[in-house]
């Protein structure tokens, strides 16, 4: 079952979704080379308190922090410690939630730490990044799941191939449903399988978190002994990037982007709902 959310819950979920974005912006002010990642959730917690709101990752199926930080070859699920001190040249994804009087908001970035990235590795974040909100745009009224799957899948294999050879879209994880959950139904692929045919149809009420995860070379991934960790099986670095989205009568609602997507999106020729937080 798929969950349709009224208006008023939708709201809810945009009050979830700005805590998610406070957190993602304190968090890249402070991803800076000599940092822990658990430097990181502190600061993730704090924004969390500050806000009255609770935290959807902490304790979830026993995950014992406030956010996922996964850093180069990590894809997601990377738990923050002592031990992970951030340096130059690294990429990390960071991955929050928050949860609004039961409502959930979740979304996911990757910054770059301090300076010297390589060419191919700014080039992977934004492709990544420009993929999801291909996605996004994709997410109107009348639309099918798949046509989510077939706009991002469809950026990315456009793009000119890095040096690696390929962008490997990462198949073990994908995008879900969200709302009085974190993970709900549907699943989203990112990227098309026939196996899995179209799709529910989008209508009013449908909220999505889309998050394509793409390496710079396999699509495989193992998780570690930690049972969190998932890695590229080849090593590769890994971009992702992740918004809770909602789709009302008057188009989408980016509910984890300050300004619902409203920017972006005009880029592919959509204009967002209004805010419903006024």
């Given amino acids: 079952m798929v969950q349709i959310k009224t208006p008023e819950q939708i709201a809810k979920m945009r009050e979830a979704g700005l805590v998610v974005a406070a957190i993602h912006a304190a968090t890249r002010e402070a991803a800076v080379p000599g940092a822990t990642t658990r430097d990181l959730d502190m600061v993730a917690r704090k924004v969390i308190a500050d806000a009255g709101a609770k935290s959807n990752f902490l304790g979830y199926g026993g995950f014992p922090a406030t956010i996922c930080t996964s850093v180069n ?21 960071i991955d929050a939630g ?35 909100w291909a996605g996004i745009a994709a997410m109107k009224n009348g639309n099918r799941l798949v046509d989510i799957s077939k706009a991002i899948e469809g950026y990315i294999r456009r793009q000119p191939r890095p040096s690696s050879g390929k962008y ?18 549907p699943h ?51 971009s992702h990037w992740e918004h809770s989205v909602a789709l009302t009568e008057a188009g989408p609602i980016v509910l984890t982007s300050p300004d619902c997507g409203k920017a972006k999106l005009a880029e ?6 209004p805010d419903p937080l006024g």
Avoid at 171 to 182: K, L, T, V
Avoid at 206 to 231: F, H, K, N, Y
């Fill in 73 to 93: 070859e990590v894809v997601v699920h990377g738990i923050p410690d002592d031990k992970t001190v951030l340096k130059d040249g690294d990429i990390i994804s």
């Fill in 98 to 132: 928050a949860i609004v009087d039961g409502w959930h908001g979740d979304a996911a970035f990757t910054a770059f730490v301090g300076d010297g990235h390589a060419p191919e590795l700014i080039e992977l974040s934004r492709v990544t990044e420009e993929s999801m």
């Fill in 168 to 185: 490997g879209i990462i198949e073990d994880y994908g995008g879900h449903g969200i709302g009085s959950e974190m993970h709900m139904d």
């Fill in 188 to 238: 989203l692929l990112n990227y098309v399988s026939r196996k899995r045919g179209k799709g529910i149809k989008l209508v009013p009420g449908v909220c999505l978190a889309i998050e394509p995860m793409v390496s710079l070379g396999t699509a495989r991934t193992e998780v570690l002994a930690d049972d969190w960790t998932v890695i590229t099986t080849d090593g590769t670095w890994s």
């Fill in 268 to 273: 592919y020729g959509v204009t967002t709902a």
